[in-house]
């Protein structure tokens, strides 16, 4: 039976012992300071004992935020604002930094078409691991399979259904 083998702190130590036998089946020690921990009982052990303890060898991390507040964009829709703690102290505004003038005011920036031409090659390639249309000399032939919330098209339905399924999880 795997086993997860924790250190508590010394300072912990005499309350994880009190968790641990106070558990059914009692969990045991391993050696004089490591106690053998199932997995099934490591997911429900209070975090504030395993706070400075070491777990298979490695120094347990501590979950920050069990809540966070996730931002999400909306294509098409501005990017939701972000509050100021999440800027180091010398971030500057985009509208105020240097060569953004002109793409904030609808211009494309110099070297656009080199990314423009960079994100078709990936989504190329992506298509192709996909098992999609590569639209290149060496591209499968057959029938076009077309998406149905898209308008990309696919050599094979195994390519559109992988398409469908990493692209439109939510649809």
Not at 112 to 129: F, H, L, N
Not at 152 to 170: K, L, P
Request: charged share 20%; net charge negative; proline share 12%.
């Amino acid at each position: 039976m795997n086993q997860i083998i924790v250190q508590p702190a010394r300072e912990l130590r005499v309350d994880f012992a009190r968790w641990a036998v106070a558990q059914t089946p009692k969990v045991r020690t391993c050696s004089t300071t490591d106690f053998a921990v199932p997995p099934h009982l490591f997911t429900h052990l209070p975090e504030h004992l395993l706070v400075g303890s070491l777990v298979d060898g490695h120094r347990y991390v501590p979950v920050e935020d069990e809540n966070p507040e996730w931002l999400t964009a909306v294509p098409g829709e501005p990017l939701p604002a972000v509050p100021d703690s999440a800027y180091g102290p010398d971030s500057v505004p985009l509208d105020a930094a240097p060569g953004h003038g002109a793409l904030l005011a609808g211009a494309p920036e110099p070297g656009q078409a080199a990314v423009e031409e960079a994100v078709t090659v990936v989504q190329a390639a992506e298509d192709v691991a996909a098992g999609g249309d590569s639209s290149g000399p060496n591209s499968p032939s057959g029938p076009p399979y077309a998406c149905q919330l898209c308008p990309r098209t696919f050599s094979t339905s195994r390519g559109r259904d992988a398409h469908h399924r990493q692209v439109h999880r939510e649809a």
